[in-house]
């Protein structure tokens, strides 16, 4: 049978009787002694009838002859993963089988020389911007590419993925990279401090609420744009900090075994800032300052 989407309890009888005879008009057709494929034509445009919230819930029969219908059909028929199988089937014969040896090895193990921290944001791809390759960077998104502090008992995709890329795979390299138009910077930088609203969005950016703070002291003046840009890049440095936190990556930095670096990638003019966290020995311990700023563009 047929069902539509029944918009109102009131009229069950009309709906109950539209169904039956939809479910009747449908046997006929089925019965009817047309040639193969012009009954599959007709019977394919019957069973496209559409809801709709009229008191039956139940269109009519389209007609096939409205250039409208058709139209409407065609873009109810398309598939939006049909361009992502052509991509993956050009990406098997013209990457996968032709370095087929690479593939095999990689998935045997894995031994990438970088961590990659991003945002989630669809117009910031590590892979495409830095020409990453399979196997040469463990990458981790999250909403604005921030890192949490460390908790001994706190659960964070970060903290586990960052766990499990410098005490198991044991990455050389950790880089975060933030971008321009941050929509997870200016949700922080737009809270109020009155509001108590539960959101996941706000409870995560939240981790950066310092980076804020040191941008309102040090750019309170300009513009909300300006403020956000530079918050964009304080809030990188603020989870380059927090990764400090860590007891088992402080311990590879102070033995020379792993490095720390913020990236900024500007989509407006395709541009890329890089910067690096060194550990410097002292009679105290050790202290950390960024330097090797560097612009590519």
Known sequence: MLYG??????????????????????????????????????????????????SCGLAQEPHKDSEKNRHNWEVIDSDPFDSLKDRFLKFKK?????????????????SPKFMVIACV???????????????????????????PPYQEHGASETSAALEFAVNTLEVENILIVGHSRCAGIRALMSMEPEDDSKSFIRDWVCVAKGARL?????????????????CEK???NSSLLNLLTYPWIERRLAEGVLSLHGGYYDFTNCSFNKWSMVYRKSLKGGFFSVEKYSTWS
């Open 5 to 54: 989407a029944l918009s109102s309890r009131n009229a069950v009888g009309v709906q109950r009787r539209s169904v039956h005879t939809m479910s009747m008009t449908l046997m006929r057709q089925l019965r009817k002694p047309y040639a193969h494929g012009s009954r599959f034509k007709s019977v394919k445009t019957f069973c496209r009838t559409m809801a709709t919230n009229d």
């Open 94 to 110: 013209q990457n996968y089988l032709k370095n087929l040896n690479h593939y095999q090895n990689l998935a045997e193990d894995q």
């Open 121 to 147: 944001d669809s117009r910031v791809c590590p892979s495409k911007i830095l020409g990453f390759e399979p196997g040469e960077a463990f990458t981790v998104r999250n909403v604005a590419n921030l890192v």
């Open 214 to 230: 040191s941008t309102e002291a040090a750019v309170g003046n300009l513009c909300f744009d300006a403020q956000c840009t530079h």
């Open 234 to 236: 304080e809030s990188i």
